[in-house]
């Protein structure tokens, strides 16, 4: 079992700059693809960010590339989303999320078992 705690959310300005982290705890996540996805009021759940076991391969949906990163720091069993020049629009809670060991990168909700509870973000314009 693993359990993911969110944190870092908060009230924004337009082109500001903040950072989530994702701790885990229970098994390593060492071993397992993390990702990041956000869920605006009355909207589905939505992948924003994932990144593989080593940290070295990161994908991104397409309307956050080039304003956020993904990192990981596997001994430590963290997770973070750096979010630079953000966007109205970016306004959402935020879920943590990782998948089984030895996958690969999925951008589908139902390819991670275990879940966050979330942070929020709101960006005001």
């Known amino acids: 079992q693993v359990l993911l705690v969110e944190s870092g959310g908060g009230l924004v300005q337009a082109g500001d700059s903040l950072t989530l982290s994702c701790a885990a705890a229970?098994?390593?996540?060492?071993?397992?693809?993390m990702a990041w996805f956000r869920q605006a009021p009355g909207k589905e759940r939505e992948f924003v960010a994932a990144?593989?076991?080593?940290?070295?391969?990161?994908y991104y949906t397409d309307s956050v590339k080039d304003r956020f990163t993904i990192s990981r720091t596997n001994p430590k069993n963290m997770m973070y989303l750096q979010m630079n020049s953000l966007k109205p629009e970016d306004t959402a809670n935020y879920f943590c999320?990782?998948?089984?060991?030895?996958?690969?990168?999925?951008?589908?909700?139902?390819?991670?078992?275990?879940w966050g509870r979330g942070t929020q973000v709101t960006v005001s314009s």
């Open positions: 990144i593989d076991w080593s940290g070295r391969t990161a």
């Open positions: 229970g098994r390593t996540i060492d071993n397992s693809v």
């Open positions: 999320a990782a998948r089984n060991q030895g996958g690969t990168i999925k951008t589908e909700v139902h390819e991670y078992p275990y």
